[in-house]
């Protein structure tokens, strides 16, 4: 994981990524009066598929918007929280919608001392399962989880929608979110159920 | 601890008390008080704990002078935990500098609410503060919430859980992995990110360093709990901060 522009990002190394570390256009080439803005994990980046075929790519272009993807491979509520707090103090321009998947929002990042290096938590690792495992007994992500959540309801008046995948928590708790239920990996059902849920209540907002 | 609107508070808004629950409780001071010299300084003073609509020690946010504030945060020694109020370390800063200040200070919270309550701060307060002092409390903290849906309250949880339990295994293991040094450090740099204010970082000699460019608090003598720092260590923090901060 990286920091630049004050966001947190992917590892740039891949390939798969922008400067930022994350998988979409750079930031500067981005329209902020037209876009749609992504927030998650693994379930947004589809790192096994050509971006053209992931419902972020497929989402913007049948709504005729540009996008931006903030999500973090396992990065986990840890990122998804840096990333839209900062964005959202860091650009006017808001989105037009906020799109969130997530297929692991109890993920770990770790560290050192001297902070040289932030990767997520290696779940092959014993002492990490019961790292976990303690940190949902104790309440620990429940409260991580609560105070984000708090903040998202202040900080963020943008329609949300929310895909919901079968087991998985979602990011957002809110009533005001929009939630909608998806099969995890189906790229073309996910695109296709989120725009027509956008383009339907944005038909329903005219008067 | 509770959610007081947004901001997280003491779960005892525009109370005024004399006494709190934990270290400086009166049964405590009671106990204490029997150890002591004749002469010790809260024998027969009054000490009083006064909480605003956040449940925070500290005047309303509207009361604030928000042309011309330093705002504070972090825990118990900030908040002035066993001290009156003109001893704390924020009052005198504030003072000697001839304005308003805030105090988000929350004793037992950790970074999580120190960080949840400067983001709720910016976001509710267009009006930056002239300096902002950073209090990282021990970074071990962290607040949890219980299973059951109906339990609302937020409880503070740290190194005083019960050896063994979840929550002790859970510290433990958050160390040894490197998700506390994560954590401390997204949580500053996301602050250090949004302030857009001079940002000085308060630590105290009790607790793990944050970074090496804090000001520290020392005990030097202690407060009425006998148990957080008292008087004089709050007077030194507060003359090195002004000297560090005053050209």
């Known amino acids: 994981m990286q920091f630049v522009d004050g966001l947190m990002g992917n590892d740039p190394d891949t390939g798969l990524y922008n400067s930022n570390g994350h998988r979409c256009k750079e930031l500067s080439e981005l329209n902020l009066q037209n876009y749609i803005l992504f927030v998650g994990d693994n379930a947004n980046l589809a790192l096994d598929l050509p971006i053209e075929k992931t419902y972020p790519y497929l989402i913007a272009n049948e709504l005729k918007s540009d996008y931006y993807n903030l999500s973090v491979f396992n990065g986990g509520m840890d990122s998804i929280r840096y990333n839209l707090v900062s964005w959202y103090f860091k650009f006017k321009q808001r989105p037009k919608a906020i799109i969130a998947g997530c297929e692991f929002l109890n993920s770990i990042i770790v560290s050192d001392t001297d902070n040289t290096y932030f990767k997520s938590a290696d779940y092959n690792d014993d002492a990490i399962q019961e790292l976990s495992h303690n940190g949902n007994i104790c309440g620990f992500f429940n409260g991580r989880n609560e105070l984000a959540n708090n903040i998202f309801y202040h900080l963020i008046y943008t329609p949300i929608y929310q895909i919901r995948f079968k087991e998985k928590l979602p990011i957002f708790t809110s009533e005001k979110v929009i939630d909608i239920k998806c099969e995890f990996n189906d790229q073309v059902g996910i695109a296709t159920s989120i725009s027509n849920e956008i383009k339907k209540r944005s038909t329903q907002a005219r008067p | ?247």
């Not at chain 2, 002078?65 to 935990?81: A, K």
């Not at chain 2, 000697?96 to 805030?102: E, H, V, W």
Request: proline share 4%.
């Open chain 2, 1 to 247: 601890m509770q959610f007081n609107k947004n901001f997280i508070g003491n779960p005892w808004p525009n109370k005024i008390m004399n006494f709190l629950w934990g270290t400086d409780s009166q049964e405590l001071y009671l106990k204490n008080a029997e150890t002591q010299p004749t002469d010790w300084y809260y024998r027969d003073r009054e000490l009083i704990y006064s909480y605003n609509e956040y449940g925070h020690r500290s005047k309303n946010i509207s009361d604030i002078d928000l042309d011309n504030y330093i705002l504070f945060t972090g825990c118990s020694h900030t908040e002035g935990v066993g001290l009156e109020l003109e001893k704390t370390y924020p009052y005198q800063v504030a003072q000697k500098l001839g304005c308003d200040y805030y105090n988000l200070g929350l004793g037992g919270t950790g970074i999580d609410v120190v960080e949840h309550n400067l983001i709720q701060w910016f976001l509710t307060v267009q009006k930056k503060p002239k300096h902002l002092f950073i209090q990282w409390p021990d970074h071990s903290r962290f607040i949890s919430q219980n299973n059951n849906p109906r339990y609302t309250n937020l409880v503070e949880e740290g190194t005083w859980a019960k050896p063994n339990s979840e929550t002790f295994r859970f510290i433990v293991g958050a160390e040894e992995s490197g998700f506390n040094f994560a954590r401390k450090e997204l949580y500053k740099r996301l602050i250090l990110e949004i302030a857009n204010c001079p940002v000085t970082t308060v630590g105290a000699s009790s607790n793990m360093p944050y970074d090496s460019s804090s000001i520290y608090l020392f005990q030097k003598d202690l407060a009425r709990d006998l148990s957080h720092f008292g008087n004089i260590s709050h007077r030194a923090l507060a003359d090195d901060i002004l000297s560090s901060i005053i050209v």
